[in-house]
Nanobody, 119 residues
Framework: QVQLVESGGGLVQPGGSLRLSCAAS????????MGWYRQAPGKERELVAA???????NYIDSVKGRFTISRDGAKNTVYLQMNSLKPEDTAVYYC?????????????WGQGTQVTVSS
């Protein structure tokens, strides 16, 4: 089992910045990809950014150039630096870990952290 704990959400004005953190503990050796998802009211959850163990990253088009995902292996923590925030970035952001354990897929989620972009 893997536990994921997010922090760093809050209220920010348009154009502002926030950094989300996701601390992983437990059987983290089973994870090969970490990601940040978000879900706005009335919308489906979507993948915002992901990073593999090799450091490869991908982003949805709407955040490219504004958000950066990174990881600190020593701290077992993944970050999402969010700059130039827009009201449409308002959502609950979830940390996710995917991988394999004993040959089967695993999929872990954090509890979510609210990000609100408003003046």
């Amino acid at each position: 089992q893997v536990q994921l704990v997010e922090s760093g959400g809050g209220l920010v004005q348009p154009g502002g910045s926030l950094r989300l953190s996701c601390a992983a503990s437990g059987s983290i050796f089973s994870i090969n990809t970490m990601g940040w998802y978000r879900q706005a009211p009335g919308k489906e959850r979507e993948l915002v950014a992901a990073i593999t163990n090799s450091g490869s990253t991908n982003y949805i088009d709407s955040v490219k150039g504004r958000f950066t995902i990174s990881r600190d292996g020593a701290k077992n923590t993944v970050y999402l630096q969010m700059n130039s925030l827009k009201p449409e970035d308002t959502a609950v952001y979830y940390c996710n870990g995917k991988g394999k354990f004993w040959g089967g897929p695993v999929d872990y989620w954090g509890q979510g952290t609210q990000v609100t972009v408003s003046s």
